[in-house]
């Protein structure tokens, strides 16, 4: 960015080594909002080298724990410093309101809180052998190299839920922000220097995933990939890495249900339910990986309550992410909303009933950036593509049921399975369906919250790792055994 160069490999930050460069483009306006190095394969390849080597001297790894800690504990301090310049580097590449953009980055700040604090915490075990003289001993040691791939929409904390474990474990890694949104990763990198992270430890290079994707995954040097992105590429990848036998935890996309039952309408709950859906649908544009894209509405409240969503959703002020009043942003590029814009006419085309959107907005002031209108689809049912599938956009399907059973089985009927909601005032009830419910993450009587300490993840395609939480540290350490036998050996099995 402004004339500096972007990639750094090997504690240096260098041009890509063919020249290339991409321009970053404002969703908002289509204006060019920076224009950064494009890595080759070449640069790639270079990236794990140096990450390999820094592994391989030992140097890292082997830095006292409370050292690493404190280093995790300066990112935070100066995320803190920095969060509005952040902020708006995130809105700019992205799209999102700088009030989402501000919350994101302090969710950054705590994750670094988080695994600071848990780096520090001693974790070996020891395991009783029922021999005085052996020590056995459990213990966690960094996986190794990693590399690390995030996706356009959250493109600071995504990476961030990756770096911030890695380096509390010890771990060097490679970096690839997504090519449409490297803005903040690449300061953020910067900031990682400046906090004092050892030179190899972190490498970034950013460009086209599948052109730097066989240097970054087809290699016996890499231990680990976190890949954090769509179904095809998760599944990509996890093919090439299985030739080196490579862990690989994807973290996939979602098609999440917000059940709503109709005993709402007796209990007060009504607006806050109404608020939740379309928040929990319309923030970010739907480009959340949790969105809450299906609502399942009990038969008896469904019409009044779509009318009151659709009311709601066409008051979103739309607009400018760096306006304050601005609700929601544009998508992230035209190419997203060419996307949105098919899944539309898939979905008049299915006999699903419009309620509100589907159309481009006609406000003359928004006509450059890639906006596009909440929308709504009722009368829908699950053998509609835009019930199945990632639209990825703003779009609510609406599906309706009769019974607690049929609600479960709504829910449960996706090949996905990330993140649910569930809205009831019959506390036992709602206890009784989150936990039929086959998704990572479920809300119950709320929607979208998360925290540093809890795991997240999917069920069925919706990924294999856990992120975040213990669980999320624990990625990328391997497991050793040590066996200390502190007495005098006893005789082998052959005696000859
Ligand atoms: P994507 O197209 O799969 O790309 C994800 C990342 O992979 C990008 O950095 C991309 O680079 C890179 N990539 C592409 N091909 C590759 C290859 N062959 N080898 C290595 N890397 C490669 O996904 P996206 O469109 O950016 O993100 C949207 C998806 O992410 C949605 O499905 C969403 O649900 C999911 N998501 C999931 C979570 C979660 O926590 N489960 C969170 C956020 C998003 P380029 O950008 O250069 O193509």
């Known amino acids: 960015m402004n004339g500096e160069p972007d990639l750094l490999i090997g504690g240096k930050w260098r041009h890509a080594s063919d020249g290339g460069t991409r321009d970053i483009v404002n969703p908002a306006d289509g204006s060019v909002a920076a224009v950064v190095d494009e890595a080759t394969p070449d640069d790639a390849r270079d990236a794990v080298a140096s990450a390999r080597k820094a592994f391989d001297d030992g140097k890292w790894s082997a830095t006292p724990v409370a050292d690493r800690a404190a280093l995790l504990d300066r990112v935070a301090d100066l995320l803190a410093r920095d969060k509005e310049s952040l902020a708006e580097l995130e809105t700019r590449d ?3 309101t700088l009030a989402e953009s501000r919350i994101d980055i302090d969710d950054v700040t705590s994750v ?5 604090r848990l780096a520090a915490v001693e974790s070996d075990r020891i395991v009783d052998v029922g ?7 459990v213990v966690r040691e960094p996986i190794g190299v990693c590399v690390l791939i995030a996706p356009w929409n959250y493109p600071l904390l995504q990476i961030s839920w990756k770096i911030a474990p890695a380096l509390a474990a010890g ?60 179904v095809a590429t998760g599944k990509a990848i996890s093919k090439v890495a299985a030739e080196h036998v490579t862990k690989v935890a994807v973290e996939l996309g979602g098609k999440n249900p917000h059940i709503v039952f109709a005993d709402i309408a007796d209990s007060g709950d009504w607006d806050a339910a109404v608020d939740h859906v379309l928040t929990g649908v319309f923030l970010h544009s739907g480009q959340v990986c949790s969105a809450g894209t299906r609502l399942i509405v009990e038969e008896s409240i469904a019409d009044d309550f779509v009318a009151d ?30 996307k949105i814009e098919a899944f539309v006419q898939q979905g008049l085309s299915e ?5 509100t959107g589907g159309a481009r907005p006609s406000d003359a002031a928004l006509a450059k950036g890639s906006f596009y209108l909440p929308t709504i689809f009722d009368r829908c049912d699950r053998s509609m593509r835009i019930v199945a599938e990632e639209t990825f956009g703003p779009i609510l399907t609406v599906e309706r049921f009769t019974d607690e059973a049929e609600a479960i089985e709504l829910g449960n009927d996706t090949e996905y399975g990330l993140a649910a909601g569930v809205r009831t005032s019959d506390q036992a009830r709602g206890e009784r369906v989150v936990r039929a419910l086959r998704h990572g993450t479920v809300w119950l009587n709320d929607f979208g919250y998360y925290t540093a300490a809890a795991e997240w993840g999917g ?4 990924g294999n790792g856990r992120e975040l939480g213990p669980t999320g540290l624990a990625e990328y350490q391997e497991i050793k055994h040590i066996w200390h036998n502190t007495a005098p050996q006893p005789a082998g099995w052959f005696k000859g």
């Open 309 to 338: 969503l659709a009311a709601r959703a066409e008051k979103i002020r739309m607009g400018d992410g760096m306006d304050p009043a601005s609700e929601t942003g544009p998508l992230v590029s035209e190419q997203q909303r060419a």
């Open 131 to 137: 021999d005085p003289a052996v020590i056995s001993r």
């Open 459 to 462: 069920f069925g395609k919706s």
């Open 171 to 230: 771990c060097t890694m490679v970096v690839k922000p997504s090519e449409v949104t490297p803005l903040t990763t690449i300061a953020f990198t910067r900031l990682l220097q400046e906090a004092g992270v050892p030179d190899s430890v972190v490498n970034l290079v950013q460009g086209s995933g599948a052109t730097l994707g066989p240097a970054l995954t087809d290699t016996p040097d890499v231990d680990f990939i976190s890949f954090t992105g769509g």
């Open 112 to 116: 670094f809180r988080y695994y600071s």
């Open 94 to 96: 992205t799209g999102k």
């Open 351 to 355: 006999g699903a009933k419009l309620v």
